[in-house]
């Protein structure tokens, strides 16, 4: 039996894309996945550019503007995300009147991200995602490629190639490449052609794993399973497929530069060795007390020692904490924030913060599922939000944190639209 809300939600879609086409001439030829596809893939695009602090901030504020601008700020009702998400910007307000709004780059960028949960809120729904997955797709195989022929040419001992100019390009090349995967997960798809998509992506899949790219998989396992538990036995081919080739592509990776990946055991197992610059230029760093003797080098001591920082600073920060940026003066690793969105949220903009950040992305999530098997929009947001989520458990800055905001802000909007079709055709039944 068909569910009478998705007929209602389609009929507001196409709402949606009556108004999307009578736009101004400067936006026709644009379209709002489109420029979605540049938001989640600003990392890449920056680093792609190789630009400086001008070319940096025209992507990220342009994209933003460019989204707003296509935006459908119709048919707008509140619902409970929307009061915690207003209740978090309370909280920074608050902090920011007592304790000042620390640097003004950071500040900047706070507000920006903020402004991603508005753009998500008024999205235009029902729209195709052929213009995000196309552009994302030339984006993640430009990536590839350069790092293939970084891996193939370096000479130094590096842990992660150097890509245009920086070792960070494979982390956010990877995080485009996930967010491909996850709006072709969200796409009905017969058994074969998900097959032949997946054994498609694992080339780039084993060239990132090969970049020794760690928690960016973890955090696509983690989306891919839990779409996988919440889709029907119909669109399950393709997840399926895609976490087999995840394993496949990471085992043969991190095989195909096995000195390295040893290197990066030993470090877990072993924090207190020392590495040399035949082991990695980049982690042979001397030890230092703040993290028990270990090199300064390793990633996993120094997540370790951020994460004990900040549980240990949560108690003290109070209602409205202790102010934005304020937490590298409570650690002993030099200019570091907790690399978690959620204890940085807790500790800077006090318990107020934390918890209403922690609720309006539990609540978004929640409320999702009973789309997510009925609505392939709602498949798309629901696992872009789980991605996000997890990997700003251990990458999360909340000055940086636009696509949290963003697909918390898309989450409402398709609940809302629903709800407002619930409205709509009981009105229509008692009327």
Same mark, same amino acid.
Request: hydrophobic share 55%.
């Given at each position: 039996?068909?569910?009478?809300?998705?007929?209602?939600?389609?009929?507001?879609?196409?709402?949606?894309?009556?108004? %999307?086409?009578?736009?101004?001439?400067?936006?026709?030829?644009?379209?709002?996945?489109?420029?979605?596809?540049?938001?989640?893939?600003?990392?890449?695009?920056?680093?792609? %550019?190789?630009?400086?602090?001008?070319?940096?901030?025209?992507?990220?504020?342009?994209?933003?503007?460019?989204?707003?601008?296509?935006?459908?700020?119709?048919?707008?009702?509140?619902?409970?995300?929307?009061?915690?998400?207003?209740?978090?910007?309370?909280?920074?307000?608050?902090?920011?009147?007592?304790?000042?709004?620390?640097?003004?780059?950071?500040?900047?960028?706070?507000?920006?991200?903020?402004?991603?949960?508005?753009?998500?809120?008024?999205?235009?729904?029902?729209?195709?995602?052929?213009?995000?997955?196309?552009?994302?797709?030339?984006?993640?195989?430009?990536?590839?490629?350069?790092?293939?022929?970084?891996?193939?040419?370096?000479?130094?001992?590096?842990?992660?190639?150097?890509?245009?100019?920086?070792?960070?390009?494979?982390?956010?090349?990877?995080?485009?490449?996930?967010?491909?995967?996850?709006?072709?997960?969200?796409?009905?798809?017969?058994?074969?052609?998900?097959?032949?998509?997946?054994?498609?992506?694992?080339?780039?899949?084993?060239?990132?794993?090969?970049?020794?790219?760690?928690?960016?998989?973890?955090?696509?396992? %983690?989306?891919?399973?839990?779409?996988?538990?919440?889709?029907?036995?119909?669109?399950?081919?393709?997840?399926?497929?895609?976490?087999?080739?995840?394993?496949?592509?990471?085992?043969?990776?991190?095989?195909?530069?096995?000195?390295?990946?040893?290197?990066?055991?030993?470090?877990?197992?072993?924090?207190?060795?020392?590495?040399?610059?035949?082991?990695?230029?980049?982690?042979?760093?001397?030890?230092?007390?703040?993290?028990?003797?270990?090199?300064?080098?390793?990633?996993?001591?120094?997540?370790?020692?951020?994460?004990?920082?900040?549980?240990?600073?949560?108690?003290?920060?109070?209602?409205?904490?202790?102010?934005?940026?304020?937490?590298?003066?409570?650690?002993?690793?030099?200019?570091?924030?907790?690399?978690?969105?959620?204890?940085?949220?807790?500790?800077?903009?006090?318990?107020?913060?934390?918890?209403?950040?922690?609720?309006?992305?539990?609540?978004?999530?929640?409320?999702?599922?009973?789309?997510?098997?009925?609505?392939?929009?709602?498949?798309?947001?629901?696992?872009?939000?789980?991605?996000?989520?997890?990997?700003?458990?251990?990458?999360?800055?909340?000055?940086?944190?636009?696509?949290?905001?963003?697909?918390?802000?898309? %989450?409402?909007?398709?609940?809302?639209?629903?709800?407002?079709?619930?409205?709509?055709?009981?009105?229509?039944?008692?009327?």
């Amino acid at each position: 039996m068909s569910d009478p809300d998705v007929g209602t939600n389609k009929q507001l879609a196409q709402m949606d894309n009556l108004v %999307a086409g009578t736009r101004s001439r400067p936006f026709i030829a644009l379209d709002f996945h489109f420029v979605l596809a540049i938001i989640v893939s600003s990392g890449s695009i920056i680093v792609t %550019a190789s630009g400086g602090p001008l070319v940096t901030a025209s992507i990220l504020v342009g994209s933003i503007l460019a989204a707003a601008a296509l935006n459908r700020y119709r048919d707008f009702r509140i619902i409970d995300v929307d009061l915690l998400f207003a209740t978090f910007c309370l909280a920074i307000v608050v902090s920011f009147a007592l304790n000042g709004y620390g640097d003004l780059k950071e500040a900047g960028l706070l507000f920006l991200s903020l402004l991603a949960y508005l753009v998500g809120r008024f999205a235009p729904t029902g729209m195709r995602r052929t213009s995000f997955t196309l552009l994302t797709a030339v984006i993640v195989f430009i990536g590839a490629g350069a790092t293939f022929i970084s891996l193939a040419t370096q000479t130094a001992a590096l842990f992660k190639p150097i890509v245009f100019g920086s070792d960070h390009s494979a982390i956010v090349f990877l995080s485009s490449l996930s967010f491909l995967i996850i709006a072709l997960a969200s796409t009905e798809m017969s058994h074969r052609q998900g097959i032949v998509i997946a054994m498609f992506l694992a080339l780039p899949l084993g060239i990132f794993a090969a970049a020794q790219v760690r928690f960016t998989f973890v955090a696509l396992a %983690a989306t891919m399973v839990s779409m996988l538990l919440l889709s029907r036995r119909g669109q399950r081919q393709f997840s399926f497929a895609i976490c087999f080739v995840i394993a496949l592509a990471a085992g043969i990776g991190l095989a195909s530069r096995f000195q390295t990946t040893s290197t990066y055991l030993k470090m877990v197992l072993e924090p207190s060795s020392m590495m040399t610059r035949e082991d990695s230029l980049q982690g042979a760093l001397p030890a230092t007390a703040c993290l028990g003797g270990a090199s300064a080098g390793n990633s996993f001591v120094v997540r370790k020692v951020l994460l004990r920082d900040a549980l240990k600073a949560i108690p003290s920060s109070g209602f409205f904490g202790t102010g934005l940026a304020s937490f590298p003066s409570m650690t002993c690793v030099p200019n570091s924030e907790p690399h978690n969105s959620f204890l940085q949220a807790t500790i800077e903009f006090g318990w107020l913060g934390g918890l209403a950040l922690l609720g309006l992305t539990f609540l978004a999530l929640r409320q999702l599922v009973p789309l997510v098997r009925i609505d392939s929009e709602a498949r798309f947001v629901f696992g872009s939000l789980v991605f996000v989520v997890v990997l700003d458990l251990a990458h999360g800055i909340l000055s940086r944190d636009t696509l949290l905001f963003l697909f918390a802000g898309y %989450a409402a909007r398709l609940v809302s639209t629903r709800q407002t079709g619930q409205i709509t055709r009981s009105r229509n039944l008692s009327a």
